[in-house]
């Protein structure tokens, strides 16, 4: 018998992300990956010792390009359009693959792309004359506001694959007539394009970080 080929921890991290990709983050396991990879479940423990291994794999693998790009992008005219560019290529990636959200704010601290980005943050911020506190703070806020609109947008698209409600549309209980502004405010979200509500929420979120975004 031929001794099967040597795997590389990308081939394995590309497996894993099919896996999401096709079935959801709930059908990922050593089992399932070892199977996309016509292997045996314990021949992946040669390279990968345990899932949360798997896990950070998958997400440096899925956030790689938000580095990439943002490296090779041409220099932004301004702090506050890094910052928009920036929060754009994190959207884009995690669009591109959203079942690994959770993964993501899961291994923030331990992930390499996503701690490249949050530097990268951090120095347009500082461009912009944020001393350190303030830093600390605006980072905070883009960061929560990502993951926060990432789950609403994703959340909403699988209700819209699946029928059912989410917070982003009105439905359920929520009548228009005892609660107006609030029916109003989510059917005109909800009538924006996703990509065009995320770029108009960041800039409302760089509007209320202060002096030097401009």
């Not at 950070?56 to 693998?61: I, M, N, S």
């Not at 041409?74 to 994190?90: E, F, G, I, Q």
């Not at 819209?160 to 982003?168: N, P, Q, S, V």
């Amino acid at each position: 018998m031929p001794r099967p080929r040597s795997l590389t921890t990308r081939q394995i991290a590309a497996a894993a992300l099919a896996v999401i990709d096709r079935d959801g983050l709930p059908a990922l396991s050593m089992r399932t990956v070892a199977a996309e990879l016509d292997r045996r479940t314990m021949a992946l423990y040669r390279y990968v010792e345990d899932r949360e291994e798997l896990e950070c794999l998958v997400v440096d693998l899925a956030l790689g390009p938000v580095l990439d790009r943002a490296t090779r992008a041409p220099a932004a005219p301004s702090p506050r359009a890094r910052l928009l560019t920036l929060l754009d290529l994190m959207r884009e990636a995690v669009g591109a693959h959203p079942g690994i959200l959770p993964l993501a704010v899961r291994h923030h601290s331990n992930c390499l792309p996503a701690l490249r980005w949050r530097e990268q943050l951090l120095e347009a911020l500082a461009d912009a004359g944020l001393d350190a506190p303030q830093r600390a703070a605006a980072l905070h806020a883009l960061v929560s506001y990502v993951i926060g609109e990432l789950e609403l947008e994703h959340q909403a698209a699988a209700a819209t694959a699946t029928g059912t409600a989410t917070g982003t549309a009105p439905a359920g209980p929520l009548v228009p007539e005892t609660f107006p502004l609030l029916s109003a405010a989510l059917a005109a979200r909800a009538a924006t394009d996703p990509a065009r509500a995320f770029t108009d929420g960041a800039r409302t979120v760089l509007d209320g970080l202060g002096l030097g975004l401009t």
